[in-house]
């Protein structure tokens, strides 16, 4: 079973930043798209960005111009550093991937990390 680990949240006050990390903790065949979430309380679990395997980006409007998403394949490891933080970006953020484990896998299957709060004081 893949493990997606994930490090890097805290406690930052507005206008602050934060970089998060994710990484696949055992050797993969391949990995698809990759992506951060992150859910506040009482809400939906929403899409912060995503990036393809041949480095394509997507942000959600809310983070434009604020979060950078990037990875590093090699490591298979992917990255959100995020810049003038506001309050409503407090949430616990979780990452995703696509992947195929071993090279007779037929299909990328979603993981997910164990999430890791992000709380932006005013």
């Known amino acids: 079973q893949v493990q997606l680990v994930e490090s890097g949240g805290g406690l930052v006050q507005a206008g602050g930043s934060l970089g998060l990390s994710c990484a696949a903790a055992?050797?993969?065949?391949?990995?698809?798209?990759m992506g951060w979430y992150r859910q506040a309380p009482g809400k939906q679990r929403e899409l912060v960005a995503t990036?393809?395997?041949?480095?394509?980006?997507n942000y959600a409007d809310s983070v434009k111009d604020r979060f950078t998403i990037s990875r590093d394949n090699a490591k298979n490891t992917v990255y959100l550093q995020m810049n003038s933080l506001k309050p409503e970006d407090t949430a616990v953020y979780y990452c995703?991937?696509?992947?195929?484990?071993?090279?007779?896998?037929?299909?990328?299957?979603?993981?997910w990390g164990q999430g890791t709060q992000v709380t932006v004081s005013s």
């Open positions: 990036i393809t395997s041949g480095s394509t980006t």
């Open positions: 055992k050797s993969i065949f391949s990995i698809n798209a």
């Open positions: 995703n991937a696509q992947i195929r484990q071993y090279p007779s896998s037929t299909y990328y299957l979603s993981y």
